[in-house]
């Protein structure tokens, strides 16, 4: 039950560090995903600047996952494996992941950006996911329950008609890069762990404008919607502080709207 690491005020610091540079990485890719680039061109791009900033791309082998980000673009729910053979083409919306391990601690988050110009569909898609994540963030603070961030996306992206993923959940995290608790993105007020001061966790809602159930591809990763309907995500990771919570991996000039480069 009670194996949820609490963490100490001075490690706060560690994941303020890994945070900040997962959230300078995707503020860069702003000017980069545009139609014709390849899912494998915006990897290699990550995959630098994480070396090149002192830290390692945590995907990258993890569990045997081939490369060091991942891109999910339109139907793809999740855990995309970047391709030179996949190329962005105007109105296509994509997730980028990335997750870095600087110093030892890792920093987790993902964004969605769309290529050329996108639909309405597509772009209340975006924005409603977006808002699951905040308003999963508002709830996570000391005294409340994991029960009550799922409770706040589920009611949220259900009120829209919009489906919450199952299969793939937000997770505690720091210098391991998957601990308890499982965050779930959906959910009763009051069910599960307290949520208390110390505690690293991502919040990463899955959101489908169809059905909620979804496939692994052949490749083992790759995660469809079976209905083929297009998918969104955000995820942050965050700390608990006595007061409330810190977001870890803040975009770091605020260049960063879900939908500013319509
Ligand atoms: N970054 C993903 C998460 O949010 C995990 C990716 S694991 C990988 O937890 F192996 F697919 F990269
Ligand atoms: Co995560
Ligand atoms: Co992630």
């Not at 706060?12 to 680039?37: H, V, Y």
């Not at 009120?159 to 499982?182: A, L």
């Not at 608990?240 to 919570?245: P, V």
Request: aromatic share 8%.
């Amino acid at each position: 039950m009670n194996n949820i690491p609490i963490h100490k005020f001075k490690d706060f610091e560690g994941m303020r560090k890994a945070g900040k540079l997962t959230a300078k990485i995707l503020d860069e890719l702003n000017d980069i995903i545009q139609p014709g680039i390849s899912t494998d061109k915006i990897n290699n791009f990550c995959h630098d600047m994480i070396l090149d900033n002192g830290a390692t791309p945590a995907p990258l082998g993890y569990r045997g996952f081939p490369k060091s980000i991942c891109t999910s673009v339109n139907h793809i729910v999740c855990h995309g494996i970047p391709s030179e053979n996949k190329i962005l083409q105007s109105g296509d919306i994509i997730n980028i992941d990335v997750t870095v391990i600087l110093n030892g601690w890792h920093g987790d988050s993902s964004r969605m950006f769309v290529v050329g110009r996108i639909n309405k569909k597509a772009e209340n898609l975006i924005k409603i996911t977006y808002e699951c994540l905040l308003k999963g963030i508002e709830v996570a603070i000391p005294g409340n329950h994991f029960g009550d961030i799922g409770y706040q996306i589920q009611k949220y992206a259900e009120s829209k008609k919009y489906s919450v993923v199952r299969d793939f959940c937000g997770h505690g995290i720091g210098k391991i890069f998957h601990t308890p608790p499982s965050v779930l993105h959906f959910g009763k007020p009051n069910e599960g762990d307290e949520i208390k001061p110390g505690m690293f966790f991502t919040i990463e809602p899955m959101i489908n404008i169809g059905k909620k159930e979804v496939k692994i591809l052949n490749d083992g990763w790759t995660a469809v919607t079976r209905d083929k309907s297009l998918s969104a995500q955000f995820e942050h990771t965050i700390g608990i502080t006595e007061k409330g919570n810190e977001i870890f991996t803040l975009s770091q000039n605020n260049s960063y709207f879900p939908l500013n480069i319509l």
